[in-house]
């Protein structure tokens, strides 16, 4: 294995550097090296250097050498870094990433470095909010910067140079950066306030055994308090603290009864912060391993042990968390770093909490809310080398130096895949890479694993585990499907909700247990239209129909985000009764509130959680049992790890099933069973109803059975059958042009040139079913190839010249191409 130092530069002559630059330049570019700076340089150095007139940037050296280009080079302005800010290895591994998903250097630089640590002439820097105007530390320069900045609030580095009257200023302003004195201008995020809960505790005078059970003579003439006292003793022997809301909630108390009774000094109110682990999770790490734990850790050491990645199919709840734990700790006291995988939405979970109190600060979240300033600290703590980390995708770019453990949790996970824009990586295959860049051991984990990873247990490249039950015994959910053409006793139908599932919904929150309802789509009637004439609301950017969000009264687009108010009558026909139809998860809530009014209900989508802090208020209110209803669009699928959800409903599953893509079936079988395992935990066996029309489905009856091997089977052979991914790799060419015959030209001879030189491996071009996105129009070439690296290979540098050549073809030189290496 190669060692991650970088190679040492030159020593005589003149030096020259290769620079990567945050832009989608093919490659990297050529500076001199001047005189002064020869022997501070290092490749993963930050370099300010100029770009076209009069732009200049933050480029990366790649790599010195001695090798004049042989045209005019420009030196290189100043060094920004004293120290490298990257390892070879990762700028090995950006390079490897532009090759394998055909994008350039420079695009891997935009999304691996965080933004703090790019700077361009455009970036603009405000004053930190803890500079305490001290300026006795500050130089002349620096002190003329903060001036500034204390007159103006904000300046542009353009103007930090007019300011300085030179052009050398990025290390000035990293000096300042280092110290907090300035940052670049962001949002500063407003901090996550924990929930706080009303609670009850027994007053002063009734600690003891003995004093509690007096108690019970001083109510013992109310019925209701003595069910609220018996009620209290029960609960405070299972959990740590007892919520007010519950007491009365399952006693069916008012709560002037508890009142009366703190009347009477049994009680005392209190607000407890509840952070979001509990008493009965406190165990989880310290209890010991069950059979099926310790066999599976076991395989995990065998399978490390050749060298394999090991993928562990285990069904929610059968304690993973836990046999990653056991190797994390084992990895990070060997001295080596840990990389834990997840995806975005889970982060916000209780697994995090749960890596934390087993690891204390040796792992750091690296999570969407984090300001640019916590990601640079992330960063100089991981290239210290002493750190291991949690996060989503992008986590992989950090500085790793002795990784000894990468996790993938989740691995089925469609959101570690990039779609827009370049690089479009899957995280969890990128993460497998970097794994083995280091020499470190991988664990993929999943209740429902990819075809993609199955197939690589299949083919022995990953040893395979399969954890069957729960941990503790606890029972798995029921499931059950309910025919959405059931009607009620008076033979009444419900476009959106069975009798059944109702009738669950109410026995459940009855009991003082929760239900998740899963729909796939939010907002409220995707579909606004003309009954007479069918005309719909179109959005202007795309080709798709707008939704109707009932909430702001408003059309929303949700691939571009347009806005725009419902028309009053039907601009074709003149028609005044316009209508709605398809269901969103706004319209299932809404529609909720009438068969259940007492019912607090609350919705978990993209609308709802777009605050910084709105998911987690979210996922705190339900965890204290402040919401009965939680009903959510895929977000509730993952990760949500709570006690007291009875009941899981799926809205509809002809939706999921239908989708025309040939991951339907792999991704509607994942959502209902993922969405399954929130069901039932601990005491009581959970239920899972799943709304459908078509009963008989092959998926449908596999979800039933919760039988991933027999799905898995169905679908290596369908897929197999018809040349799909992933017996064959998949490369999908978009042509897009803001106008639709310039596209179609661009597309057509690409599609020729493809052909001529790859045959039958080429499909189309042909319209995608969303023709139009975001002002342009689309077209669509797919390759199927057979997955050989150096076939794969061969066909890359095909489509990178038929690209090239387009872009200097009279006419079509902006039509855009984007390629897709495994798309999703
Ligand atoms: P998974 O990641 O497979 O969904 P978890 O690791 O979250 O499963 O475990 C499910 C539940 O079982 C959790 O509530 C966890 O606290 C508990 N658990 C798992 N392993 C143990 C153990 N060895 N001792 C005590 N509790 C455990
Ligand atoms: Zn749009
Ligand atoms: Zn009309």
Redesign the pocket.
Known sequence: MTRSAHPDPPTTGTVFADVVLPLALARTYTYRVPEEFVGQLRAGQRVEVQFSRNKHYAGIIRRLHGKDPGFKTKPIISVIDVNPLLTERQLELWEWMADYYCCTLGEVMTAGLPSHLKMASETIITLGPMFSDDITELNEDEYLIVEALTLQSELSLKDIRDILQRKTVYPVIRGLLDRHVIFPKEEFSDRYKPLEVKCVRFGPKYRTEAEQISAFDLVSRSEKQTAVLLEYMDTSRKQPYVRRADLSKRTGASDAVIKAMVKKEIFEFYDREISRIDAT?A??EA????RE?EEALGDVRRIHASGKPALIN?V???????VYLELMEEAIAKGGQVLYLLPEIALTGQITKRLQRVLGDKILVYHSRLNNMERVEIWKAVLSGEKSVVGPRSALFLPFTNLGLVVVDEEHDPSYKQHDPNPRYNGRDVAMYLAHQHGAQAILGSATPSLESWENTRSDKYGLIVMRE???GVALPEISIANSRETDEKGMHHPFFTPTLIDNIRATIERGEQVILFQNRRGFAPVYFCPTCEWSVQCVNCDVSLTYHKYQHRLRCHCCGYVTSPPEQCPACGEVQLKLSGTGTEKIEDELKIFLPEARIARMDLDTTRGKNALGKLLQQFEVGELDILVGTQMVTKGL?FDRVGLVGVISADQLLRFPDFRADERAFQLMLQVAGRAGRRERQGKVIIQAHEESHPVLTDVLAADYDNFIQREADNRRAHAFPPYRKMIRIQLRHTRRPTAEEGAKLMGKWLTYALGDLVEGPFEPSIARLRTYYLQDIVLRLPPHPAELKRVKSIIQRASDKLSTTKGLTNVRVVVDVDPY
Request: zero cysteines; proline letters at 0%; aromatic letters at 4%.
């Open positions: 999770e165990s989880a209890g010991a391993l069950s734990q285990g929610t709840g059968s304690g993973k968390t836990r729960r941990y503790g790890d």
